[in-house]
Every structure is written in C-alpha cells, then in structure tokens.
T-cell receptor
C-alpha cells in the first residue's frame, strides 16, 4: 500500500527566502509523484510531476522537486519565496497500474512573511 | 485548458436531506473522482468512475453514492445528510491511459449540514 508523509503542516518563510516543503512516500513499486498547490477558495492545481525521465523536475512558478529513491523523498523547493506563493501544498503518489489510486499527503500550509 | 465545473460553491443543507453535488468536465476524460477535504486530513477519495455507469469505492464511501450516466458528468449523492459530512468536496478528472496523467480539479463545493 502506498502512503505519503508531509513533514510540517505549516511552514513559514520570509519573502526572498528558500522554500523547502518535505514529502516522503512509501510504495512497493516505482511510484508516480506529484505536487499540487491550492490557493484560497480554489481547487488544486498541478505544480509538477515526476515521470522517471529525470530526477530533478521543474514545475510552474519557479518550483522544482528532486526524486531521491534512496531516501524515498520528493521534496519541493523554490530558491526565493514570493508573497504569491502563500498557499497549501499537497504531495501525492500513485503506483504503476493504479491510475485511479492517487494518495495525497495531508498538506503543508505555506505562509510568506513580508 | 481542461475545465472541471462544480455546480455549487456553497451549500447549506439540513440533517436527513438528500443532497446532490454535480460535476462536469469538458475534456472527454474517462476517469472522474470525488474527494472530500478536511483540515489536517488532506484529501480522501470517496468514489471514482472510469467509464459511464462504472464506479468503484474509494477510501471513505460510507454515506455516499455516485452516478455517472454521461461521460462528462459525475454526481455525488448524500442519501441522508449528516453533520459529519460537513466538508469541502472536490471533483477531479483525468485520462485513463497513462499512470502519470495528472488530475484536473474543480474549485470545490463547501457543504454545511446543520
């Protein structure tokens, strides 16, 4: 069974600081990994996805994530936070052969301070 | 761009009422999903459908049913609403032919049961 753990339900950074949101997964087979973002009063939008073509994945709005199989991690980073990055971020995993079974983490709320 | 439209942003219903939440997507996606989102719990899958008239239970199907009579429309039904079903409900869709096909979400329906 697959599972996702997001470390830290709330992360607060200053504008211009590094953003690091942590995600660890457990999966018995090679996983498919995603990061989604949810702005207030909206649904979720895809930030980026891991497709096995490259371990470093670049997404929208300057975010990127690195797949580390040895650490079963897929942490999300952005070098310099912007006020508009304030949102909730969800890591998700699905397994090969289980397209419908997308398991989400519990989310990390990112606050950006001026 | 894919559009997933949920018919209501906010709903207030009384305990015991039958409630219908409607979702329509415009990209001919085979898969459609209903999730509920609660603070601290992330997204939990209620039901999904991979074809017209086909459905499978997700992780928390109790108290819910679904209907998919047309490919573009997926309805979530609360047979007898209860206060513990007060939540944000998110509809999503994606393609069936690739495991890393990302989900496209609607903006959500915030349901309050009093």
């Amino acid at each position: 069974a697959q599972s996702v753990t997001q470390l830290g339900s709330h992360v607060s950074v200053s504008e211009g600081a590094l953003v690091l949101l942590r995600c660890n997964y457990s999966s018995s087979v090679p996983p498919y990994l995603f990061w989604y973002v949810q702005y207030p009063n909206q649904g979720l939008q895809l930030l980026l996805k891991y497709t096995s073509a490259a371990t470093l994945v670049k997404g929208i709005n300057g975010f990127e994530a690195e797949f580390k199989k040895s650490e079963t991690s897929f942490h999300l980073t952005k070098p310099s936070a912007h006020m508009s990055d304030a949102a909730e971020y969800f890591c998700a995993v699905s397994e090969e052969g289980s397209n419908y079974k997308l398991t989400f983490g519990k989310g990390t709320l990112l606050t950006v301070n001026p | 761009d894919v559009k997933v439209t949920q018919s209501s942003r906010y709903l207030v219903k009384r305990t015991g009422e039958k409630v219908f939440l409607e979702c329509v997507q415009d990209m001919d996606h085979e898969n459609m999903f209903w999730y509920r989102q609660d603070p601290g719990l992330g997204l939990r899958l209620i039901y999904f459908s991979y074809d017209v008239k086909m459905k499978e239970k997700g992780d928390i199907p109790e108290g819910y049913s679904v209907s998919r009579e047309k490919k573009e429309r997926f309805s979530l039904i609360l047979e007898s609403a209860s206060t513990n079903q007060t939540s944000m409900y998110l509809c999503a869709s994606n393609l069936i032919d690739r495991d890393n096909s990302p989900l496209h979400f609607g903006n959500g329906t915030r349901l309050t049961v009093t």
